[in-house]
C-alpha cells in the first residue's frame, strides 16, 4: 500500500510530559483516515508536527516520500491544514483574507472564486469577517485550505461549533474532495460519530500513543454484537465446541459466539446439552463502535 | 518569495490606522515646532539663532522621541495582527521558510517607518521655507538628521519586534517599550554603550555618524538574533 504520511517513532514531550510518544501514523493515498482520542490525546500536537510547525524531540516524518525537516516548503506547497480553531484577519473581507494566501501560492485569482463558491461563502466574500458566525468563520477556514488544490488536506476538529447542518455539510463537502479530486485526507475529532461516517480508515490515539491504526471495517469487526453463553465449566465446553468445528471465543466466564444466525445458536445449545453441560445463561451482548472506542480508551488509561 | 510575503503584509495593514500613525509621527514632530516658532519666534531673531542651523537641531529635538514611540506602536500592532486569531500557524503551514515571514515583517515596519522619515525630512523644509529662516536651506543637514535618528533606533527596532512576535501578550512589549522612551526621553543622562541614547546622536565624540554606523550594525545583529530564535520556536 502507498502511504501519503509515514512517522517512524514520532515523539514530542514538553518538559517531562510525553504529548506524544512513538507513534507510528500511516495514512493510505487517496483514503479518509480519521484521528480520534479524547481530549488532550495529542492529535493536534500530531498534526502541528506534521505541518512543520513543532519540532518532533525524537522520530521522522514522511510526506509524499519526502522528509518532511528536508523538503519542508516542497512538501507544504501540496498540502492544505486547517488547525484547530480558523485563523483569519478580522478586519479584512473573506476575499481578501484569501488573497493573502493566494498570493504566497501563487495560483490564479479565480481560485479564489471556485473555493468560496465550494464552502457556499460566495455572497459574502466582500464582506469583513468580523461579523462572521463561527460556522461561516470554519467553513472559510476550509475555503483557505483548498486554496492550493492540496494532495493532502488535514483537517483538525472541522466540525467544532458548527451547527446539525454545517456539520452535514462539511462531512459531504470532504467525502467528495476524497472521490473526486482524489484528496487524501486526514481528519481529526472526539467523536466517533463523526469519524465513523466518513473516514475509512481510522487511528485511535490515546495519552499520545497510538492504540489502534487499521480500516474502520476491521474496528467494526470488534464491535460486532456477539452471543454470550453461560455454562457450568466454560473452558471445557468451549474445547468441545472447537473440537466440533464452531467458531467461539472463551473469556473468564462465558463462552461468545461470533456466528449470531439463529439455527446456529440452536445448534450449539443442543450439541451442549446433549453433552451434558448445564447452560445458565444465553445472551446477546450488544456493542457498539462507541464502546470499542470507549473500552481503548479506558484501557489505556487504566494503566 | 519574500516580495510576495512583503504585499501581503502590506496588505494585512490595510484598514488599521497603521499608515495613518506613520504620517501622524512625523507631523506631530513638526507641529511642536510651529508651536515653538510660533510663541517665541521673536526671542530667537533677538537671540540670533533664527536659522536653519538651529531649526534643523530643534526639530531633532523630539525626532528620537517620536520614532521610538511609532516602532513601540508599530511592531506591536504588526504582532498583534498575527497574534489576535493565531494565524502564526496558518503562515508558518504555508510554503515559505520562517526567517522570510520574519524578515517580511522587519522589512515591512522598515518601510513604514522610512516613509516616515521622508515624511519628517519634507514637513521640516515645508515649515522651514515657511518661517523663511535665515541663510541657505540645509539639506544635507536636514536629510542627515532624519535618517541618522533613523539607523541609530534600529537596535530598539530590532528588540521590539522581536519582543513583540514572542509575547502572546502585548502589554509586554508595550511595557518594554514604554520603558524605552522613557530613557530615549532622558538619553543626555545615559552612557553612550546603552541603545536609547544613540537615537539622539549624542556622543561623547560628537560625530552623529557614530550612532547611526552602529545604530545599523548592532540592529542587524539583533534582528539575526530575534530571527534565529523565531526560527528555533515551536508555534502555538
Given at each position: 500500500?502507498?502511504y ?87 478586519h ?10 493566494r ?20 455572497d ?35 466540525t467544532?461549533?458548527?451547527?446539525p ?13 476524497a472521490?473526486?479530486?482524489?484528496m ?76 449470531r444466525?439463529?439455527?446456529?445458536v ?6 451442549l ?31 | ?80 495582527i ?36 521622508c ?26 538628521y ?62 552623529p555618524l ?11 545583529a ?7 530564535d ?7
Amino acid at each position: 500500500m502507498e502511504y501519503i504520511v509515514e512517522t517512524n517513532k514520532l515523539t514530542k514531550r514538553f518538559g517531562k510530559e510525553y504529548a506524544v510518544e512513538a507513534l507510528d501514523l500511516k495514512i493510505p493515498k487517496g483514503e479518509i483516515y480519521g484521528f480520534l482520542g479524547p481530549n488532550g490525546a495529542g492529535k493536534t500536537t500530531t498534526i502541528r508536527m506534521l505541518l512543520g510547525l513543532m519540532r518532533p524531540t525524537l522520530g521522522s516524518i514522511q510526506i509524499f516520500g519526502k522528509d518532511l525537516t528536508r523538503e519542508r516548503i516542497d512538501i507544504l506547497k501540496k498540502v492544505g491544514s486547517l488547525v484547530e480553531n480558523p485563523s483569519y484577519y478580522p478586519h479584512l473581507t473573506a476575499y481578501e483574507n484569501l488573497e493573502a494566501l493566494r498570493k504566497i501560492y501563487g495560483v490564479p485569482k479565480k481560485r479564489i472564486d471556485e473555493v468560496l463558491k465550494i464552502v457556499r461563502l460566495s455572497d459574502v466574500r466582500n464582506k469583513k469577517v468580523k461579523g462572521f458566525s463561527l460556522g461561516m468563520k470554519q467553513r472559510l477556514g476550509i475555503a483557505a485550505s483548498l486554496l492550493n488544490n492540496p494532495e493532502l488536506l488535514i483537517l483538525d476538529e472541522p466540525t467544532n461549533g458548527l451547527d446539525p447542518s454545517g456539520i452535514i455539510e462539511i462531512r459531504n463537502l470532504i467525502k467528495r474532495l476524497a472521490t473526486e479530486e482524489g484528496m487524501t485526507i486526514l481528519i481529526s475529532s472526539h467523536l466517533l460519530s463523526e469519524i465513523d461516517q466518513i473516514a475509512n480508515h481510522v487511528g485511535i490515539i490515546s495519552k499520545g500513543k497510538m492504540i489502534f491504526q487499521d480500516s474502520i471495517e476491521v474496528m467494526r469487526r470488534q464491535s460486532q454484537n456477539k452471543i454470550l453463553l453461560k455454562v457450568n465449566d466454560c473452558k471445557m465446553a468451549w474445547n468441545f465446541l472447537i473440537s466440533n468445528g464452531i467458531e467461539a471465543d472463551f473469556s473468564l466466564e462465558s463462552i461468545s459466539l461470533l456466528d449470531r444466525k439463529d439455527e446456529n445458536v440452536a445448534m450449539v445449545v443442543r450439541l451442549l446439552v446433549e453433552n451434558g453441560f448445564s447452560i445458565y445463561r444465553v445472551e446477546e451482548e450488544k456493542r457498539t463502535l462507541e464502546d470499542t472506542f470507549l473500552q481503548m480508551t479506558t484501557e489505556e488509561r487504566a494503566i | 518569495m519574500i516580495g510576495k510575503l512583503i504585499l501581503t503584509d502590506l496588505m494585512k495593514i490595510r484598514r488599521k490606522g497603521i499608515w495613518f500613525l506613520a504620517v501622524l509621527g512625523p507631523f506631530g514632530v513638526v507641529a511642536l515646532q510651529m508651536v515653538n516658532y510660533g510663541l517665541r519666534k521673536d526671542w530667537f531673531i533677538q537671540q540670533d539663532t533664527y536659522s536653519w542651523f538651529y531649526y534643523i537641531r530643534n526639530v531633532n529635538a523630539f525626532t528620537p522621541f517620536a520614532l521610538v514611540l511609532g516602532i513601540v506602536i508599530l511592531t506591536s500592532f504588526m504582532a498583534s495582527i498575527e497574534n489576535e486569531t493565531n494565524s502564526w500557524k496558518q503562515i508558518i503551514a504555508l510554503p515559505v521558510s520562517k526567517w522570510s515571514v520574519y524578515l517580511s515583517k522587519y522589512t515591512t515596519l522598515t518601510i513604514l517607518l522610512v516613509f516616515a522619515t521622508c515624511l519628517l525630512t519634507l514637513f521640516s523644509v515645508c515649515f522651514g521655507i515657511f518661517l523663511g529662516l535665515e541663510g541657505e536651506v540645509l539639506f544635507l543637514d536636514l536629510i542627515k538628521y532624519s535618517f541618522y535618528t533613523f539607523l541609530a533606533s534600529m537596535p530598539i527596532l530590532g528588540l521590539q519586534l522581536w519582543i513583540s512576535i514572542i509575547s502572546q501578550n502585548q502589554g509586554i512589549p508595550i511595557t518594554f517599550g514604554v520603558i524605552g522612551v522613557i530613557l530615549t526621553y532622558m538619553a543626555y543622562f545615559l552612557p553612550d554603550w546603552m541603545i536609547w541614547k544613540w537615537p539622539s546622536l549624542e556622543n561623547q565624540w560628537d560625530e552623529p555618524l557614530i550612532n547611526a554606523c552602529f545604530g545599523l550594525a548592532v540592529g542587524l545583529a539583533i534582528y539575526v538574533f530575534g530571527m534565529l530564535d523565531f526560527i528555533r520556536r515551536d508555534v502555538k
